[in-house]
């Protein structure tokens, strides 16, 4: 929350913070104490109902999602959600049913990764189509370390969810099945982790993605994606901000986690999202984006306790939500 609401006052211009909440009171307490004119409410449900709130952001942990997006929706107040939606498919269809009822689209899912210059210049080349159509994708998402409640299935809702949203984004299309395969295990993997894995997918028009999931691999934090087309390939660069070259070797620095390697990217995305609830105008992820990942993650997890191909089991896209490349706009950040 502190690093939200930095941000928020801080270094995105045209919103105020002027209430916080958490279940851990106190937490509250102390961060609205940094910021001027903010104050500490006592639950989600107060913060949302408050006059003088005109948006929500909801940073609270997954399970609990559900009921603040529910109630901003009834309150018809634009909410940012951060991922996931909802942890639940059930979950995420209530929330979809509750927004399509409201007639307006308030809710952004935080798929951050979206407002990364990088990736916005893979979708620009993509979508320019000199590369041809898209065929496969290599992706990895690579942690030096997880915390200790980091269990299960966590390398799939927790770390893979980020490639399965930025696949339905790069692709522009769904995502229909999904396969799970278990490398040997690293040593330094607890016992109950399997780690590393590679998860692949399954586009809905036959191109297939595959990713390496590796997050006790500790020389840094490293995202790679490359879209191979049918007349050349495009690649996420290495991002680096510096060259190192000493005693015959040439060395960029590789991130020490996601918030340095996401920085700017989270900034542009409450940037366009405060933009988006003045204008009165949803722009970002929305909830069918938060989802259709959940299904995919759902279908991946299915995949990674039978080692089968597992199919996607979604709802046919309503009306509503428009196709996923006709929101998030790819012009800002470049
Ligand atoms: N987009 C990204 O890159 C990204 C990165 C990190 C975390 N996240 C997401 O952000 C969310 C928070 O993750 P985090 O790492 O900041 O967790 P965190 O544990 O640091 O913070 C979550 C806070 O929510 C509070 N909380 C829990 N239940 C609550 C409830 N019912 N009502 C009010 N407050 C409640 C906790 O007390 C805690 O202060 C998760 O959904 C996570 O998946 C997204």
């Known amino acids: 929350m502190r690093g939200d609401v930095r941000r928020l006052t801080r ?89 399509m009822a409201s007639s307006r689209h308030l809710v952004q899912v935080g798929f951050n990764r979206r407002y990364d210059s990088a990736y916005r210049a893979m979708k620009r080349t993509l979508d320019g189509g000199s590369l041809g159509p898209p065929l496969m994708a290599h992706c990895a998402h690579r942690n030096p370390s997880v915390p200790p409640h980091y269990v299960g299935g966590m390398p799939i809702t927790d770390t893979a969810i980020h490639e399965i ?15 799970v395969l278990k490398p040997r295990k690293t040593s330094r993997a607890k016992a109950d982790l399997q780690d590393p894995l590679i998860v692949l997918m399954e586009i809905a028009d036959g191109a297939l993605v595959d990713v390496e999931v590796f997050v006790n691999l500790p020389y840094g934090y490293d995202i790679r994606c490359e879209v191979v087309c049918e007349l050349g390939t495009v690649a996420l660069g290495d991002g680096s901000l510096v060259v190192l070259r000493k005693d015959g070797f040439r060395s960029d620095h590789v991130p020490d986690n996601f918030q340095e390697r996401f920085e700017r990217a989270y900034d542009t995305e409450f940037q366009e999202w405060v933009d988006s609830v003045v204008a009165g105008q949803a722009t970002g992820p929305s909830s069918w984006d938060g989802y259709a990942a959940t299904a995919v993650a759902d279908a991946c997890l299915a995949a990674l306790d039978s080692g089968a191909r597992v199919p996607v089991q979604m709802r046919q896209r309503p009306a509503f939500y428009a196709p996923a490349g006709l929101r998030t706009p790819v012009g800002a950040g470049r």
């Open 11 to 99: 270094t995105v211009a045209g919103a105020q913070v002027v209430a916080v909440t958490d279940v851990d009171l106190d937490r509250a307490r102390s961060v609205a104490e940094g910021v001027p004119g903010a104050r500490a409410l006592p639950t989600g449900q107060a913060l949302i109902r408050a006059d003088d709130v005109d948006g929500v952001v909801v940073a609270s942990w997954g399970p609990t999602h559900e009921e603040y997006v529910l109630a901003a929706i009834e309150a018809r107040k634009p909410v940012f959600c951060e991922k996931p939606l909802a942890p639940e498919v059930d979950a995420c269809l209530r929330i979809l049913d509750a927004e």
């Open 165 to 179: 949203d930025i696949v339905r984004w790069l692709f522009d299309q769904e995502i229909t099945g999904a396969q």
